[in-house]
């Protein structure tokens, strides 16, 4: 990351990738194509039907290092936010972590049986508690944002329960990339460091996407009921 000030909706699109690449997984998510040429944010954003303040509310969080980023300065549709945070499950479990798993079963192959073997299983468990957390999402969380969206209430729950139980699914990563790191009695190998490499890149994305949950999503669906009178 190169840029210390805060993009705006008149700066290039091609710019804001070219110098924070990590950003073209916030352009997919958000269900921008590529090839927009030289127009800035804002044009490339309403070609492909995006709440611009929404987009540049999630970069510019992704993009300053400091917890305490000052919020948006104008309303967030929790519309869109909804569709980023399913594309982005979506990702994880249907591409990165199945990836990641293929990576490491290439990796470990067979010279290490006991080890392989519990590594893997380790991997396995992980990435079931990242899809019961994201399921959770989907069929309790999203389901009742909707239903404020459409003005009904949904029952007696609220969104100060998700954020209550909301725990930081990134945290087993860590324990993993130290297992390999530190006691994986195998040789250096192409293999194995690419692994670890997209471990580190899938921790981070995680701790991102936790990230605008809890300072982007959660406040905008407690505004959201607070219009609805369902506080």
């Given at each position: 990351m190169y840029r210390l000030s805060q993009y705006k909706e008149t700066d290039k699109m091609?710019?804001?990738i070219c110098e924070n690449y990590p950003i073209?997984?916030?352009?997919s998510r958000f269900g921008i194509s590529l090839g927009f040429g030289d127009k800035d944010i804002a044009q490339v954003c309403a070609d492909n039907g995006v709440d611009t303040p929404t987009f540049l509310?999630?970069?510019?969080l992704l993009l300053d290092e400091d917890e305490s980023a000052a919020p948006a300065d104008a309303p967030l549709s929790v519309g869109a936010l909804v569709r980023y945070l399913q594309n982005s499950h979506a990702y994880f479990?249907?591409?990165?972590?199945?990836?990641?798993?293929?990576?490491?079963?290439?990796?470990?192959?067979?010279?290490h049986g006991d080890v392989s073997f519990a590594v893997l299983r380790f991997f396995d468990e992980y990435a079931a508690e990242v899809r019961r957390h994201m399921l959770y999402?989907?069929?309790k969380v999203f389901p009742y944002v909707r239903s404020l969206l459409e003005g009904r209430k949904k029952g007696r729950y609220r969104i100060d329960i998700?954020?209550?139980?909301?725990?930081?699914?990134?945290?087993?990563?860590?324990?993993?990339?130290?297992?390999?790191?530190?006691?994986?009695p195998g040789s250096g190998s192409n293999e194995l460091n690419s692994a670890l490499f997209d471990i580190f890149s899938c921790e981070r994305d995680l701790a991102s996407h936790n990230r605008i949950e809890d300072h982007l999503f959660v406040p905008a669906v407690v505004?959201?009921?607070?219009?609805?009178?369902?506080?």
């Open positions: 091609g710019d804001l073209l997984l916030v352009v509310a999630v970069v510019n479990l249907d591409f990165r972590l199945p990836v990641i798993r293929r990576e490491l079963a290439d990796a470990l192959g067979s010279d999402e989907e069929e998700f954020r209550r139980q909301h725990d930081q699914v990134e945290a087993r990563l860590t324990e993993l990339k130290n297992i390999l790191i530190r006691y994986y505004e959201l009921e607070r219009k609805n009178g369902s506080q």
